[in-house]
C-alpha cells in the first residue's frame, strides 16, 4: 500500500475516514498503523508525534462498534502491548521519554477496559486489561504514587477471583 508514502499521509486518511461507518474505521486504523510504522522508522525521536497517533489508533479500536466481537477486543489489546514495546525500544534507544500524561491515558484506558471486564465477570479478559494497565504505571515517575496503591489492591482482588485453572497462564506486570 503506497509504499514510498510519508507517514504524513496515512495520517491524513485516519483522520479523513475515522468519522465514518465501521468499514470506514477500519480504514482508518489500518491506515494509522501505517502512519505508526512509519514514524519509527523515519523518526528522530519525536515522541509527542507518535503519542498523538497512538492516542487515535487508541480512541478508534476502543469506539463501540469495532469491540463487538473478541477479534475487536483482541486486536484492541494487542495494540496496547505493541505500544509498551514500541515505548520500550524507544526509551532503550535514548529517545525523548513518552509523555507521561499520554502514558496515564494509555493506562487509564487499558484500566476502565478491565473493569468493564470484571463488572461482566469476565476475570481472565479483567486480568489481562488490568495487567497490561499496570504496565504502563510501571513506566510513570511522578505520577504513580498517585495510582499505585488503588490499582495494586484492585488488581490482586481481581487475581482471587480467577479459576484455579489460569495460575500458570498470568504473566505478572514487570516492574
Not at 3 to 32: H, M, Y
Not at 113 to 127: C, D, L, N, T
Request: a negative charge; one cysteine or more; glycine letters at 6%.
Amino acid at each position: 500500500l503506497l509504499p514510498g508514502a510519508d507517514c504524513k499521509i496515512f495520517e491524513a486518511i485516519g483522520s479523513i475516514t475515522c468519522e465514518g461507518n465501521l468499514s470506514s474505521k477500519r480504514l482508518a486504523v489500518k491506515a494509522l498503523q501505517l502512519a505508526i510504522e512509519r514514524h519509527n522508522n523515519t523518526s528522530q525521536g519525536d515522541t509527542g508525534k507518535l503519542a498523538q497517533l497512538h492516542h487515535s489508533l487508541v480512541s478508534l479500536l476502543l469506539s463501540n462498534d469495532m469491540l463487538v466481537d473478541s477479534a475487536g477486543k483482541e486486536n484492541a489489546l494487542n495494540t496496547f502491548k505493541l505500544i509498551l514495546s514500541v515505548m520500550d525500544t524507544k526509551e532503550g534507544n535514548g529517545m525523548q521519554k513518552y509523555p507521561e500524561i499520554d502514558t496515564v491515558w494509555l493506562m487509564t484506558k487499558a484500566w476502565n477496559m478491565g473493569v468493564i471486564q470484571y463488572s461482566k465477570q469476565s476475570f481472565v479478559e479483567a486480568e489481562r486489561w488490568c495487567g497490561v494497565s499496570l504496565k504502563f504505571l510501571y513506566k510513570l515517575k511522578e505520577l504513580k504514587s498517585s495510582y499505585e496503591s488503588q490499582m495494586i489492591s484492585v488488581y490482586s482482588e481481581i487475581l482471587t477471583k480467577l479459576p484455579d485453572s489460569c495460575d500458570g497462564m498470568l504473566q505478572q506486570p514487570d516492574h
